[in-house]
């Protein structure tokens, strides 16, 4: 233990500035106002799910995000130590555990020793009893963290994973995953092609990219499994998930102007672009296929429908 002494009024203030500004950040401001109260909603370990979510923080506070992303982390993981101690006194059921990260570049960039927590979760998951999902947009989210240490460290999250799920992405960064994922040209062409933008309809609706719902599953060097994930009728009537809804002519109240839509049709068909504006009407899809099911090309698994059933989703 350190004692410091000090021998005038002057230097004692100096000395407990810093522990000063401290405790009146914790009673006041918008960190205090989050962390000086007692936390209304417990973890629940017992329940299906529980889901943190930040969307509540403004995308640029990113010292409270930080701080939020800190504490939520250290009590939920000490909460999962907590149970497999209980469990080994035989004082309560085993129990084991997923964490999904999503946006995970919010994360890795929220503030000094993120990257590190999540690189020491992927080495220990085992231990811990803990299966993880790590979600982000771009290999270019790793690439953007500030240090070359994080850099590397981020980077070795993709080699280590157990599996890695790809939905549509373009040729220059799959180029730079294939670094890292063995994908064949056939599976290079299917992931690149699930990448094209969505279009519009003869009547303005807009129509579902190409590419919406289809993913490739890649275990090692093993052929890909592509397949195609459909809502189910709870999801798609809540619309929790829809981070579209405000592109959305449906959720806002109508369609594009017929004005819009004869404009867009007149530059597509100068264009020599017919087909981005499909009919209204898409032809039924084959027998035994799922409807925007990606057709598997040659040399790769069949596609499988998933249903999920997902009641949250943290960030």
């Not at 002494?5 to 004692?12: G, K, N, P, Q, V």
């Not at 981070?243 to 068909?269: C, F, I, K, M």
């Not at 017919?274 to 296929?289: L, V």
């Amino acid at each position: 233990m350190a004692v410091t002494l000090t021998d005038t009024l002057t230097d004692y203030r100096a000395a407990v500035r810093r522990l000063h500004l401290s405790l009146i950040a914790l009673m006041s401001g918008p960190v205090g106002e989050v962390f000086s109260r007692q936390t209304s909603v417990p973890l629940d370990l017992g329940a299906p799910a529980v889901c943190i979510d930040l969307s509540g923080i403004a995308a640029t506070d990113e010292r409270l995000t930080a701080a939020v992303l800190l504490a939520c982390w250290s009590d939920g993981f000490g909460a999962i130590e907590a149970a497999h101690t209980l469990a080994d006194e035989h004082l309560a059921p085993q129990r084991y555990f997923f964490a999904v990260l999503d946006e995970l570049w919010r994360v890795l960039r929220a503030g000094v020793g993120m990257v590190d927590r999540v690189d020491e979760l992927t080495r220990l998951n085992r231990t811990l009893g803990l299966g993880q999902a790590m979600i982000t947009h771009s290999l270019d989210d790793l690439d953007a963290l500030a240090s070359e240490a994080d850099r590397s460290k981020a980077r070795g999250f993709v080699e280590r994973a157990g599996a890695v799920v790809c939905g549509g992405l373009p040729a220059r960064e799959l180029a730079a995953l294939s670094q890292i994922v063995g994908f064949t040209g056939v599976e290079q062409d299917m992931i690149t092609a699930w990448s094209a933008p969505s279009t519009l309809s003869t009547t303005g609706q807009a129509l579902p990219p190409p590419g919406q719902g289809n993913f490739l599953i890649k275990i090692g060097s093993r052929t890909g499994i592509p397949l195609h994930v459909d809502l189910v009728a709870a999801e798609r009537d809540s619309q929790l998930h829809n981070t579209n809804a405000r592109w959305d002519p449906a959720e806002v109240g109508g369609v594009l102007d017929p004005a819009t839509v004869a404009e867009v049709a007149s530059v597509t068909a100068a264009s020599g672009v017919t087909a981005a504006i499909p009919g209204p009407e898409a032809p039924p899809p084959p027998p035994g296929r799922t409807p925007g099911a990606p057709t598997p090309p040659a040399g790769t698994s069949a596609p499988t429908a998933v249903h999920t059933t997902k009641g949250g989703e943290g960030r």
